[in-house]
């Protein structure tokens, strides 16, 4: 990170993938983690899903530097990060295997463009369980770990939305269901258990 820093131009962007250990652990990388952001350097951090890389299992995020952000071609937005928790956005190609579609790109590439100010992705605003604006004071409150799920909250369930009686009548459809295979399995081990002579 500090490579990257260094040779960025006085009004650049980086982005670099990291383990999301980078995100809160202590010590000495919580050292030059506090320092990239007391010096204003953390524009974005995003959350991904788990299991996106062939070569390794770990969650990872990235982080997305900027320099200059008071000067911006968009939007000033000095002492401001983007949180994004995307870690629920993927499709699953197997067991042990996630991959990004394009609409699950384009969600987290537009709402990056609508926080910097770009006119081509609408106006910005914050989604609860998917993304925050937050500022480094916030960010210093919560002893400068940037895991976005910490800034951007729960989403709200939409099952609230269903009437109770609906609601109820399915719980109860499933509890029902749940009681049948399990009464199934007991006679199945029943059954077992005799032909062996129990």
Same mark, same amino acid.
């Given at each position: ?7 960025? @131009? ?21 050292? +030059? *983690?506090?320092?990239?952001i ?11 899903? @788990? ?12 982080? +997305? ?35 990004? @579609? ?8 537009n709402?990056? *463009? ?13 989604? @609860?369980?998917?993304?925050? +604006? ?16 910490r ?24 509890? *029902? ?17 005799? *032909?062996?002579?129990?």
């Open positions: 990170m500090q490579h990257i820093l260094h040779h960025l @131009k006085e009004d650049g962007l980086a982005g670099t993938v990291m383990a999301n250990g980078s995100m809160s652990v202590q010590n000495k990388q919580g050292e +030059i *983690r506090k320092k990239i007391q010096n204003d350097l953390l524009d974005t951090v995003i959350a991904l899903p @788990k299991e996106l890389f062939y070569t390794t299992s770990i969650p990872a995020c990235i982080w +997305i530097f900027a320099k200059g952000k008071e000067t911006d071609k968009y939007r000033d937005r000095p002492k401001e990060t983007l949180f994004i928790d995307a870690r629920e956005h993927y499709k699953s190609i197997d067991k042990t295997q996630n991959t990004l @579609k394009k609409e699950h790109i384009d969600k987290i590439a709402k990056v *463009r609508a926080y910097r100010g770009e006119e081509t992705a609408g106006e910005y605003e914050d989604e @609860k369980g998917f993304c925050k +604006i937050t500022t480094t004071q916030e960010i210093a409150e919560n002893n400068y770990i940037i895991t976005p799920g800034y951007v909250g729960i989403k709200e369930n939409n099952e609230d939305d269903i009437p109770y009686d609906i609601k109820m009548e399915k719980l109860t459809s499933e509890l *029902r269901e749940q009681f049948k295979k399990s009464n199934q399995l007991q006679k199945q081990i029943e059954t077992n258990l005799e *032909r062996l002579g129990f």
